[in-house]
């Protein structure tokens, strides 16, 4: 069952729905807004709908489906540890404010829960678009940077989120996973736009660490602490409450 966690501007609703596998028709609408973006769509959601139990998705006016973001929480040697999967957007809808309140609940429902546990989560990406990273850096301090940099303690992170996935990272930099997503590549229409939205002023990490896109190579992120002031400003452009969160540091993992 979904239940609706906000009101957006245009009217727009955001839903948040747990073990959704069981709504095909919902998973079909999903299927509909991703494929435009990837070619092997198929290959790509059937890895996220198999590890992602938790989705929050957007509904316009319409009801449809325009935007939705796949999560789910793990355990790691007694932490619970968080993934942010596949955030995928309607291309009618790029480039606009869709994403925002979907990042913005799952940090907020995120606080709730260790709120609630009274320990911290750590959090975790995969992803081979510098447009991922700008979204990142809009809300938190994540490794390893935009120009390649990491501190030894997210290298060590990196290395024991990989080992627990069996992902095949790089034994030098654990940051790099190859041909995780061997069989799904961006589409033609997908990269250009992400060129044209993050084009890069310099060499960037994907460059630096020798990721291919096209090979399956993906970068993990690791999300050190959230930027609390970034955070509030988002809450008050959207006009949602941020929940559990205090204008003074505040560690996501």
């Known amino acids: 069952m979904a239940y609706i966690v906000a009101h957006l501007p245009l009217g727009y609703r955001l839903f948040e729905e747990i073990n959704y596998q069981s709504n095909t028709e919902l998973m079909d609408e ?49 932490e619970l540890i968080s993934y942010m999967g596949l955030l995928a957007v309607d291309t ?59 501190t030894e303690e997210g290298k060590a992170i990196a290395r024991k989120i990989g080992h627990y996935y069996n992902l095949t990272s790089d034994r030098q930099n654990p940051f790099v996973v190859r041909k995780l997503a061997y069989e799904t590549q961006y589409s033609k229409e997908e990269n250009l736009r992400m060129e044209h939205v993050a084009r890069p002023k310099s060499v960037n990490v994907f460059e630096q660490f020798g990721i291919d896109e096209k090979l399956g190579d993906r970068l993990i992120v690791v999300v050190r602490s959230l930027d609390v002031q970034k955070f509030l400003k988002w809450s008050q452009k959207l006009k949602l409450d941020p929940g559990h969160i205090q204008p003074i540091a505040c560690f996501i993992g």
């Open 30 to 78: 999903m299927t509909a807004v991703a494929a435009p973006s990837y070619n092997g769509t198929r290959s790509l959601l059937e890895r996220e709908f198999a590890h992602n139990h938790f989705v929050y998705f957007i509904r316009n006016k319409g009801q449809e489906l325009v935007a939705f973001f796949l999560t789910n929480f793990d355990e790691i040697d007694n």
């Open 92 to 150: 009618r809808y790029k480039n606009s404010f869709l994403s925002a309140p979907l990042v913005f609940h799952h940090i907020r429902r995120l606080k709730e829960k260790e709120f609630l546990l009274g320990r911290s989560i750590q959090t975790w990406a995969t992803t081979a678009s510098l447009t991922i990273l700008k979204l990142f850096s809009s809300f938190c301090h994540y490794e390893p940077a935009l120009d390649g940099s990491f």
